[in-house]
């Protein structure tokens, strides 16, 4: 789960972690107010999405000359300007694809004077299991360019779980950053209370870019996009209530009701499997086979009837579809369950698009049976790599 910048400001302030002062803002009036309460004389007014690159970013009902979804505004008139401009406009940036993502909040802060600007992430490290600091002295809208240009100017380590964050923890990313003297301690400080941050809300990583030092020498955050664990949010419920369903794909949410992880992808054969390494060698096999899988679903190893219903439909309601492979092992789950399942869905959205099912396992006979008894036009594969070739087939078929 993502939350946005604000929300990531706010949650790290209460952690001691030093941010500009700053308020949301739904409407332009509220905008305007929101700098009222800043001393100014500078303000930034940044549009809030579940996105980076909003800088540089273009907004599709604006020229092309226009600002992009950061903008430093002088007077109250210029607050009501740029939010005027922003709020309930598409902003395209490289990380929301062409689509781009409608902006119904903003961020109105209180300007600083940037000295220097770095780069400082926490995140899990999958191949230690540890929680690991990325550090650059390179920060700002370029860090990608950074990262694929001169990777040996990012700096990455990991804190042992048996001792924690430790004084030589945050030596390292003084040392790695450049600092000396009192921004030194000051970075050791800053990097301590962002692990607590990220150790106490269950996050999976916590991005800070800009990390700046201000013309009076004072490290800050400038910029902040935190994500969570999901699975651990019902341990947060206060967490949970940061989040703005209106940033997430419409049937990653649907299926997030049942339970069900689902992630939508870019291809045209819809995926239902029943465990996350079989999903994965579904759809690399799709690939094999000369096609792209168009979505990622694993229904898990205890789904019911209505669970798999729930997901056939999330599958058909992506127009992207053009057939579906359902791949069911059932240990847990049972074959006759899956099947009813699939042929409830399949006649009560009208199935339209080819549809290949295997099924193994528990109850496999009655669930094969359900299926060839169903009248609808499915067609049985007897193992993974027929089943394959069978929904490529099919679709090229058609197409």
């Not at 240009?149 to 003084?174: L, Q, S």
């Not at 400080?189 to 809300?201: H, I, M, N, P």
């Not at 019902?234 to 989040?243: C, E, N, S, T």
């Amino acid at each position: 789960m993502n939350i946005h910048e604000y929300q990531a400001k706010e949650l790290l302030a209460k952690y001691g972690v030093p941010v500009p002062a700053g308020f949301a803002a739904m409407s332009v009036e509220e905008a305007v107010e929101a700098s009222k309460k800043l001393p100014g004389p500078l303000y930034v007014v940044k549009a809030q999405i579940h996105a980076g690159g909003r800088g540089k970013g273009k907004f599709k009902e604006l020229p092309a000359e226009a600002k992009g979804g950061v903008r430093l505004a002088k007077t109250e008139d210029e607050v009501r300007h740029a939010a005027t401009e922003m709020l309930g406009n598409t902003l395209v940036t490289i990380q929301t694809g062409e689509a781009g993502k409608q902006v119904n909040r903003l961020y109105v802060t209180d300007g600083v004077d940037i000295a220097k600007e770095f780069y400082l992430a926490l995140l899990v490290d999958r191949a230690t299991g540890r929680v690991a600091f990325v550090v650059s002295t390179e920060g700002g809208m370029d860090i990608e360019t950074v990262a694929h240009d001169t990777p040996e100017k990012i700096h990455t380590f990991d804190v042992d779980p048996a001792t924690g964050y430790m004084p030589h923890h945050g030596r390292a990313v003084a040392k790695a950053l450049g600092l000396e003297g009192d921004l030194a301690k000051q970075a050791q400080s800053l990097a301590g209370k962002v692990y607590d941050t990220f150790l106490g809300t269950d996050a999976s990583q916590i991005e800070i870019n800009p990390l700046a030092v201000t013309d009076d020498n004072k490290l800050m955050v400038l910029d902040a996009k935190v994500g969570f664990d999901s699975n651990s949010m019902f341990r947060h419920k206060d967490l949970l209530a940061l989040r703005d369903e209106t940033e997430e794909d419409p049937m990653e949410l649907e299926a997030s009701k049942y339970d069900l992880a689902y992630i939508k992808l870019d291809g045209d054969i819809g995926c239902m499997v029943n465990g996350a390494g079989l999903a994965m060698a579904t759809m690399d096999i799709i690939k094999l086979n000369g096609m792209f899988p168009a979505n990622f679903l694993d229904v898990g190893g205890g789904a019911n009837k209505e669970k798999v219903t729930a997901a056939f439909k999330i599958i058909l309601s992506d127009p992207a579809v053009k057939g579906i492979l359902v791949n069911i092992f059932g240990g847990i789950m049972r074959c006759d369950i899956i099947a009813e399942g699939i042929v409830a869905a399949a006649k009560e959205v009208n199935l339209s698009v080819p549809l290949v099912v295997r099924l193994e396992g528990t109850n496999v006979q009655q669930g094969k049976d359900i299926l060839a008894n169903s009248g609808l036009a499915i067609v049985p594969a007897n193992d993974l790599g027929d089943a394959a070739q069978k929904i490529v087939a099919e679709v090229k078929k058609v197409a």
